[in-house]
C-alpha cells in the first residue's frame, strides 16, 4: 500500500516561478527522500532528508520535514522547462522498502 | 555498466503466456528491489534482494509472480499466466546504501 500522499496531483507554473508540492505520510520514518521522473531520463533520486533533519538544500531544491505532522515539502526555485516531470516522495518505514505516493505532476510554462 | 539496465524495454504478449524480465543492476549493489508501476499511479514494490540474504517478497501480488537472483548480480522476474491487469512498468533498482538507482523499466502490455 501507498504510505506517502503528493498534493497537488499536478501543477503547472510559468518558467522562472517557484513549485512547491507537498507529501504526507502515516507512519513513522527513517528518511524520506524525493525522485523525479521524465520520460527522457526515467526515475531519479533528487534529495534524502534523514528524520532528524528539518530542512535540506541541493541546487534549486529546498526539502523541509516535519516529523510532528508526518508531512514534507520540495520547493523547486526558479523553474526551467526541464523541471517538467512526475515527483514522487518515498518513505522508507523498515530501512529499504520504499513506499511511493502516486505523484505531482510539474508542467513548467516556457 | 555505468547505470541499472532492464530487458526488454517493451513486451507484448497474450493473456496467459508466461514473461520474463530480466534486470542488470549496477556493479558492487548489494541490494536489489522490483518495483511496478501502473498509468499514472507511483511505484508499488514487489520483492527486495540483500546480498545472500532471503528476499521480501512480501509485495509479490500473487504466486503468479517469482523473483530470482543469481550470483548475487543478475535478477529475473517471471510472471506466470499472464493477466490484463499485470500490464504495467516493471522497475528495477539496485543500491550500495540508501539512494536507489532505477532501470529504464519494461513496459508489459498483456492483450
Known amino acids: 500500500s501507498q504510505q506517502g500522499e503528493e498534493d497537488p496531483q499536478a501543477l503547472s507554473i510559468q518558467e522562472g516561478e517557484n513549485a512547491t508540492m507537498n507529501c504526507s505520510y502515516k507512519t513513522s520514518i527513517n528518511n524520506l527522500q524525493w525522485y523525479r521522473q521524465n520520460s527522457g531520463r526515467g526515475l531519479v533520486h533528487l534529495i534524502l532528508i534523514r528524520s532528524n533533519e528539518r530542512e535540506k538544500h541541493s541546487g534549486r531544491l529546498r526539502v523541509t520535514l516535519d516529523t510532528s505532522k508526518k508531512s514534507s515539502s520540495l520547493l523547486i526555485t526558479a523553474s526551467r522547462a526541464a523541471d517538467t516531470a512526475s515527483y514522487f516522495c518515498?518513505?522508507?518505514?523498515?530501512?529499504?522498502?520504499?513506499?511511493f505516493g502516486a505523484g505531482t505532476t510539474v508542467t513548467v510554462r516556457a | 555498466g555505468a547505470g541499472v539496465s532492464q530487458s526488454p524495454s517493451n513486451k507484448v504478449t497474450e493473456k496467459g503466456k508466461d514473461v520474463e524480465l530480466r534486470c542488470d543492476p549496477i556493479s558492487g549493489h548489494t541490494a536489489l528491489y522490483w518495483y511496478r508501476q501502473s498509468l499514472g499511479q507511483g511505484l508499488e514494490f514487489l520483492i527486495y534482494f540483500q546480498g545472500n540474504s532471503a528476499p521480501d517478497k512480501s509485495g509479490l501480488p500473487s504466486d503468479r509472480f517469482s523473483a530470482e537472483r543469481t550470483g548475487g548480480s543478475v535478477s529475473t522476474l517471471t510472471i506466470q499466466r499472464t493477466q490484463q491487469e499485470d500490464s504495467a512498468v516493471y522497475l528495477c533498482?539496485?543500491?550500495?546504501?540508501?539512494?536507489?538507482?532505477f532501470g529504464p523499466g519494461t513496459r508489459l502490455t498483456v492483450l
Open positions: 518515498a518513505t522508507d518505514p523498515n530501512d529499504y522498502k520504499l513506499s
Open positions: 533498482a539496485s543500491s550500495f546504501r540508501v539512494e536507489q538507482f
